[in-house]
């Protein structure tokens, strides 16, 4: 009977991948059984038998790139055929709790790392053309600050509350913003994203700096006047600036420009740049998978034919 339910959901998905067969595309991509060998083997076999890792796994790209809530994502599983196919047809689908609970065993054993490393090798590995260069830039990722007056005072530090415990206030454009900042390096040509870091959103974007001492990096007027590792430091100048600077900053912001890609597909594709997550390892771990996702569907791209 189980044979006759998969051959029929396989039937009813050939319809859907005609259709629009993005998620097929992206599922080819990667070898995902090499990130098994990332983590730690179990130390007991009692219990209910564990989800495979490479379902949970492809579960939190999902998440990324349509940007749904843990709850949601159980329920969009469960509904959409692309969602299940993508995930080779689970007989068993983990529930939110289980995802949720995934998530905090990768930022606990700091597993996010590896994954990040192992996603890169594979992303080499294709050969994508590398130019002279890299781009770091970064972007707030806002969050919920709560209310100094709620009525709930006395609830303990670990009380259950939408209210960030990390995120701090920072001023843009004179204009107030709570929560994260992502920081991100980014190779010139092929826009793919190296390097992440995640801070409190009123680190000033010159105190990270993401280059290696073999790399030019680009960068806006926020890095104005501050040393790098980088081998050149093609900053942009802010204040009074002869015309020769003036036309320097305009050669760098032609070089620059493309640093913000990955930003705009995240927030317009994956509705990223809010966070309902409270503490700075949680955001980071949601974060590098999104920077992971944009990745994978970046290189997606890359390897169409022109």
């Avoid at 992206?26 to 007991?44: G, R, Y």
């Avoid at 969009?76 to 998530?103: A, E, G, K, M």
């Avoid at 709560?146 to 701090?168: F, I, N, P």
């Amino acid at each position: 009977m189980d044979d006759l339910v998969d051959f029929a959901l396989r039937e009813r998905y050939e319809k859907v991948k005609n259709l629009r067969s993005w998620l097929e595309e992206m599922k080819d991509l990667l070898d995902w059984d090499a990130f098994v060998s990332l983590f730690p083997a179990k130390e007991t076999t009692r219990g209910r038998p564990a989800y495979e890792l490479t379902l949970k796994l492809k579960i939190l790209f999902l998440q990324s790139w349509y940007g749904i809530s843990d709850e949601e994502l159980e329920f969009q599983i469960n509904d959409r055929l692309s969602f299940q196919q993508f995930l080779d047809f689970p007989n068993d689908v983990p529930d939110y709790s289980t995802i949720w609970r995934f998530r905090e065993y990768l930022t606990e054993q700091d597993l996010a790392e590896r994954i990040w490393t192992e996603l890169h090798r594979q992303i080499q590995a294709h050969g994508i053309a590398v130019q002279s260069g890299v781009i770091q830039d970064a972007k707030i990722v806002t969050a919920d600050p709560g209310k100094k007056r709620s009525g709930k005072e006395g609830r303990g530090h670990e009380a259950k509350t939408s209210r960030s415990k990390d995120g701090t206030w920072t001023k843009k454009n004179g204009k107030s913003y709570f929560g994260f900042k992502l920081h991100t390096k980014v190779q010139c040509k092929s826009k793919i994203i190296t390097e992440i870091a995640l801070t409190t959103a009123r680190t000033h974007d010159n105190k990270i700096d993401l280059a290696t001492s073999k790399e030019i990096v680009y960068r806006d007027k926020g890095y104005t006047g501050t040393k790098t590792r980088a081998r050149g430091n093609a900053s942009m100048k802010r204040g009074k600036l002869t015309p020769h600077e003036k036309l320097r900053n305009k050669r760098i912001s032609k070089k620059r420009s493309p640093g913000e890609h990955p930003y705009a597909t995240m927030t317009r594709s994956f509705k990223a740049g809010t966070t309902k997550l409270t503490t700075i390892a949680r955001v980071y771990v949601q974060q590098l998978f999104l920077c992971a996702a944009y990745n994978l569907q970046r290189l997606n791209f890359l390897l169409k034919p022109t």
